[in-house]
């Protein structure tokens, strides 16, 4: 959850750090750290791989000083500790009362677990891809549905959330394209 968490937050930048281990979770002293940047259209699936290989090159580099017990011991900062929570399915239910660009780092974050989604007519659609568009005429949760361009989106609070690649329960994902091809609302 930390990574969604960053996500979530419309951070820049996380990345990771090697921790001298003590009682208290996640409180002992850092070693080596290194940041890595999150990009706009970032995933928890794509900043996991990265950050994987932040972790792999900070042991790489950091592994001799620990051979030879010459690695420095760094005191953390407690007042810029952050701290996140665990994630459940009900957690990605889209509110299309928050504004759509909440909406679309939502489903960045919670892209592969635990997903995002919503219901129309108690049909539950899975989105795994949006961006945002300026408002249009609508209120909250109307529907802007276009066939012929094959766009589909839906009017948030602040802005549209236009769906790029969406899902119908039980089926695969689908460009919305392909997606308004086979579906009736």
């Given at each position: ?32 750290q ?26 790489e ?6 051979i030879?017990?010459t ?9 810029e ?35 995002s ?19 249009q ?19 948030t ?29």
């Open positions: 959850s930390p990574i969604a968490s960053c996500l979530l937050d419309g951070a820049n930048e996380t990345g990771v750090s090697l921790m001298a281990m003590v009682a208290k979770l996640d409180a002992g002293p850092w070693i080596a290194e940041k890595v940047e999150i990009i706009n259209d970032e995933t928890s699936s794509t900043l996991t791989s990265k950050l994987a290989q932040a972790s792999a090159h900070v042991l580099t950091t592994l001799p000083s620990l030879d017990k690695y420095i011991l760094h005191e953390q900062n407690e007042a500790v952050t701290f996140t929570y665990k994630f459940n399915k009900a957690d990605g239910l889209l509110d299309f009362s928050k504004p759509a660009i909440v909406l679309e780092r939502q489903i960045r974050a919670f892209q592969p677990w635990p997903s989604y919503f219901f129309i007519n108690e049909q539950r659609y899975i989105v795994h891809k949006a961006h945002v568009e300026a408002s005429k609508g209120e909250i949760g109307t529907l802007h549905v276009d066939r012929t361009n094959g766009t589909f989106a839906i009017q609070t602040e802005g549209l959330l236009v769906f790029d690649v969406i899902q119908k329960a039980g089926g695969k994902a689908l460009t919305t394209k392909e997606f308004l091809r086979g579906t009736q609302f």
